[in-house]
């Protein structure tokens, strides 16, 4: 058997023999000990082992021929190597017997101890057992009990060795986090001063009552954090940093994205450990840690990270100097976690949504795959990815789902008369359009009633379509169903209505219908590519189409074509670009039924294999809000 080996063992896995009817003290060389002697040694060994595997050293100590030595060394290892847990396996003879002589009996042991954040560490060794003067078999201790390299005069320590953390890459392999070095700035709590809340608020743009509060609350030798800056931003800063009271900085190396908003919300920071991130940032993570905090970094954190590695020294106890290595692992360097993104793509996302002046998220996906090709949310640092769990009506880009549903049923036409009256009341209910629609000409057709966003063109056939009718559609066009990314989204949620009102209200997306950008992006895909599909961020995963087949050809080009007159000679005009053609609808959806000025503003579209979703929180409209946006993404990718 090895010295020395790596297995995953169960926290108290006990394997002992059922029997010890080997040699015993008393007895000439080869001689069988009496039966009672031989019970009670392997009794007490036994009896050692399964304190030592439960961690109860007091009780260990208790079961030896020395029982302060024992405890505190068995104390002080399980310290310093921070075991967490301890099982073993006899050895010994075929029969897993102890050899006995006049000395004891002699029970080899493989130990294994679980070193946290290093993982698990296991040995030989022998425990010896023997009769004491009361009648009662104790084990005989010695240091070399727990490890046969200890002695009086020897100890055990630990070091821990962390692999660089891998990088997350785009579809072509270039690197969307790169590992770089940041400065924790914080304060030594005893040495604060009143004048260091001050300064740090100038310099920092901190709350100055939060930090006292933790300060307050900490020893005086403690470490308070306060920010942790990247070398670039720090850098300007130092000097004045460093005249402040109390004053404490430090290096480390943590993975960073271009700038800190770039991609911020779907790829994620990491950060020091907290409980709930390192619950789940698996078996070898430390509270001391650097993990991932949110997005791909959190959900792929082990991936990332890798496995540390790590050492048991035997040391000097006198002076701790090392003597040598009785085990080492080497780290395990994380695999890198290649995306669908596009470093360019969100790139151009991550300039147009950080021009914005209110919150916004624009997704852009590969029409005829469903990957993601970019995700982003701003202006400024959002940690909140809007983009794919946003949860809001879709508004009047919603008409691309009822349309469809008025268009295969054969309701409506593409050049078939439409009227657009400024209201029209459904069941009671009075639906209007929005405020700056102009009045469409005598000879309008269905097609410019879309171009134009009319709703009531929309809402005046909501009798003459079912109740399921806009989920059935929905469903078809992918909204609503099951996606694994990764990291959380939502899909969108379109209820069966419960009235015609209720209807009336799903067609222009409003009442209950909710969805996020990433799920309008997907409804714009569809209608690009004709067949709509799961969304896939992660390489590797499947390409899945949704479960209801592509559109009818006759249905996808019919939608095309209002898409394209939407920006040739409607709302969308803004994005009437030379080159390729852009198709797209806006949307402007209420979110509030006691003040219908409170509103979200929409834009979907496609240009080529590209389709894209923009939300603007609050915005007036798709056309003033949200188009902006659009253009300057799509001329930064021209």
Same mark, same amino acid.
């Given at each position: 058997m090895s010295a020395v080996r790596r297995l995953a063992v169960a926290a108290a896995t006990l394997m002992l023999s059922a029997a010890c009817t080997s040699g015993a003290p008393g007895g000439g060389a080869g001689d069988p000990p009496p039966e009672d002697s031989?019970?009670?040694?392997? &009794?007490?060994?036994?009896? +050692?082992?399964?304190?030592?595997?439960? *961690?109860?050293?007091?009780?260990?100590?208790?079961?030896?021929?020395?029982?302060?030595?024992?405890?505190? /060394?068995?104390?002080?290892?399980?310290?310093?190597?921070? %075991?967490?847990a301890t099982s073993y396996q006899l050895g010994g003879d075929p029969r897993g017997d102890p050899q006995c002589d006049d000395a004891g009996c002699h029970q080899p042991v493989e130990l294994t101890h679980e070193l946290a954040g290093i993982g698990p560490w296991t040995y030989d060794t022998t425990v010896t057992t023997r009769e004491s003067g009361d009648g009662e078999w104790r084990v005989r201790w010695r240091p070399s009990t727990f490890h046969p390299a200890l002695t009086g005069a020897t100890t055990l320590t630990r070091e821990r060795e962390l692999p660089l953390r891998a990088p997350i890459l785009d579809r072509e392999g270039r690197r969307l986090t790169r590992n770089g070095q940041v400065r924790r700035v914080g304060v030594v709590a005893g040495k604060v001063e009143p004048s260091t809340y001050a300064d740090l608020a100038r310099l920092l743009d901190i709350d100055p009552g939060a930090l006292r509060s933790s300060?307050?609350?900490?020893? $005086?030798?403690? +470490?308070?954090?306060? %920010?942790?800056?990247?070398?670039?931003?720090?850098r300007p800063l130092s000097r004045r940093l460093l005249r402040v009271p109390g004053i404490s900085v430090d290096s480390d190396v943590w993975s960073l994205t271009p700038s800190p908003s770039w991609g911020r919300a779907l790829l994620g920071t990491v950060g020091p450990a907290t409980e709930e991130t390192l619950a789940a940032a698996g078996p070898y993570a430390s509270a001391t840690?650097?993990?991932?905090?949110?997005? /791909?970094?959190?959900?792929?954190? &082990?991936?990332?990270?890798?496995?540390?590695?790590?050492?048991v020294? =035997?040391?000097?106890?006198? !002076?701790?100097?090392?003597?040598?290595?009785?085990?080492?692992s080497r780290p395990q360097p994380g695999e890198p976690l290649r995306t669908t993104l596009d470093h360019d793509v969100q790139g151009a996302a991550e300039r147009a949504v950080g021009a914005a002046s209110k919150l916004t998220?624009? @997704?852009?996906?590969?029409?005829?795959?469903?990957?993601? =090709?970019?995700?982003?949310? #701003?202006?400024?640092?959002? !940690?909140?990815?809007?983009?794919? @769990?946003?949860?809001?009506?879709?508004?009047?880009?919603?008409?691309?789902?009822?349309s469809a549903v008025l268009l295969e049923a054969g309701i409506v036409g593409l050049t078939e008369p439409a009227s657009c009256p400024e209201t029209f009341t459904v069941d009671g209910k009075s639906f209007k359009n929005y405020d700056d629609l102009e009045p469409l000409p005598d000879d309008a057709a269905f097609v410019d009633a879309f171009a134009a966003s009319c709703n009531t063109a929309v809402v005046s056939h909501a009798k003459e379509i079912s109740d399921q009718a806009m989920q059935q559609m929905a469903t078809r066009m992918g909204l609503g169903g099951e996606w694994s990314l990764g990291v959380a989204s939502f899909s969108g949620d379109v209820p069966v209505a419960e009235s015609v009102v209720d209807r009336a209200a799903s067609m222009i997306g409003q *009442?209950?219908?909710?969805?996020?950008?990433?799920?309008?992006?997907?409804?714009?895909?569809?209608?690009?590519?004709?067949?709509?599909?799961?969304?896939?961020?992660?390489?590797?995963?499947?390409?899945?189409?949704?479960?209801? *087949?592509?559109?009818?050809?006759? /249905?996808? *080009?019919?939608?095309?074509a209002m898409m394209?007159?939407?920006?040739?000679?409607?709302?969308?005009?803004?994005?009437? /670009?030379?080159?390729? $053609?852009?198709?797209?609808?806006?949307?402007?959806?209420?979110?509030?039924?006691?003040?219908? !000025?409170?509103?979200?503003?929409?834009?979907?579209?496609?240009? #080529?294999? =590209?389709? +894209?979703?923009?939300?603007?929180?609050?915005?007036? !409209?798709?056309?003033?809000?949200?188009?902006p946006v659009l253009r300057d993404f799509l001329q930064r990718l021209s």
């Amino acid at each position: 058997m090895s010295a020395v080996r790596r297995l995953a063992v169960a926290a108290a896995t006990l394997m002992l023999s059922a029997a010890c009817t080997s040699g015993a003290p008393g007895g000439g060389a080869g001689d069988p000990p009496p039966e009672d002697s031989a019970s009670a040694a392997t &009794e007490a060994t036994d009896e +050692f082992l399964t304190a030592l595997a439960a *961690g109860d050293t007091t009780t260990a100590a208790a079961l030896t021929d020395r029982r302060a030595p024992a405890r505190q /060394l068995l104390d002080q290892v399980t310290e310093a190597l921070a %075991i967490t847990a301890t099982s073993y396996q006899l050895g010994g003879d075929p029969r897993g017997d102890p050899q006995c002589d006049d000395a004891g009996c002699h029970q080899p042991v493989e130990l294994t101890h679980e070193l946290a954040g290093i993982g698990p560490w296991t040995y030989d060794t022998t425990v010896t057992t023997r009769e004491s003067g009361d009648g009662e078999w104790r084990v005989r201790w010695r240091p070399s009990t727990f490890h046969p390299a200890l002695t009086g005069a020897t100890t055990l320590t630990r070091e821990r060795e962390l692999p660089l953390r891998a990088p997350i890459l785009d579809r072509e392999g270039r690197r969307l986090t790169r590992n770089g070095q940041v400065r924790r700035v914080g304060v030594v709590a005893g040495k604060v001063e009143p004048s260091t809340y001050a300064d740090l608020a100038r310099l920092l743009d901190i709350d100055p009552g939060a930090l006292r509060s933790s300060v307050e609350a900490a020893s $005086p030798a403690w +470490f308070v954090p306060v %920010i942790t800056l990247r070398e670039a931003d720090y850098r300007p800063l130092s000097r004045r940093l460093l005249r402040v009271p109390g004053i404490s900085v430090d290096s480390d190396v943590w993975s960073l994205t271009p700038s800190p908003s770039w991609g911020r919300a779907l790829l994620g920071t990491v950060g020091p450990a907290t409980e709930e991130t390192l619950a789940a940032a698996g078996p070898y993570a430390s509270a001391t840690d650097v993990v991932g905090a949110s997005g /791909l970094q959190l959900a792929f954190e &082990e991936q990332l990270a890798g496995v540390p590695g790590g050492r048991v020294v =035997l040391a000097d106890a006198e !002076s701790g100097a090392d003597l040598r290595t009785l085990v080492r692992s080497r780290p395990q360097p994380g695999e890198p976690l290649r995306t669908t993104l596009d470093h360019d793509v969100q790139g151009a996302a991550e300039r147009a949504v950080g021009a914005a002046s209110k919150l916004t998220a624009l @997704v852009a996906v590969e029409a005829s795959t469903g990957n993601v =090709l970019a995700s982003a949310v #701003g202006p400024g640092i959002q !940690s909140y990815n809007t983009a794919f @769990v946003g949860q809001y009506p879709p508004g009047s880009t919603f008409k691309v789902v009822s349309s469809a549903v008025l268009l295969e049923a054969g309701i409506v036409g593409l050049t078939e008369p439409a009227s657009c009256p400024e209201t029209f009341t459904v069941d009671g209910k009075s639906f209007k359009n929005y405020d700056d629609l102009e009045p469409l000409p005598d000879d309008a057709a269905f097609v410019d009633a879309f171009a134009a966003s009319c709703n009531t063109a929309v809402v005046s056939h909501a009798k003459e379509i079912s109740d399921q009718a806009m989920q059935q559609m929905a469903t078809r066009m992918g909204l609503g169903g099951e996606w694994s990314l990764g990291v959380a989204s939502f899909s969108g949620d379109v209820p069966v209505a419960e009235s015609v009102v209720d209807r009336a209200a799903s067609m222009i997306g409003q *009442g209950r219908v909710l969805t996020s950008p990433l799920a309008m992006a997907m409804v714009a895909a569809a209608v690009d590519s004709g067949t709509p599909r799961v969304p896939r961020l992660v390489e590797g995963e499947p390409v899945e189409a949704a479960a209801l *087949g592509p559109l009818p050809d006759a /249905l996808a *080009g019919d939608l095309r074509a209002m898409m394209r007159a939407t920006v040739t000679r409607g709302t969308a005009s803004a994005l009437d /670009l030379p080159g390729e $053609p852009v198709f797209a609808k806006t949307g402007t959806a209420e979110y509030d039924s006691d003040d219908p !000025s409170k509103t979200h503003a929409w834009m979907i579209g496609f240009r #080529g294999d =590209l389709a +894209f979703a923009v939300l603007v929180d609050n915005g007036s !409209s798709g056309s003033e809000d949200a188009a902006p946006v659009l253009r300057d993404f799509l001329q930064r990718l021209s």
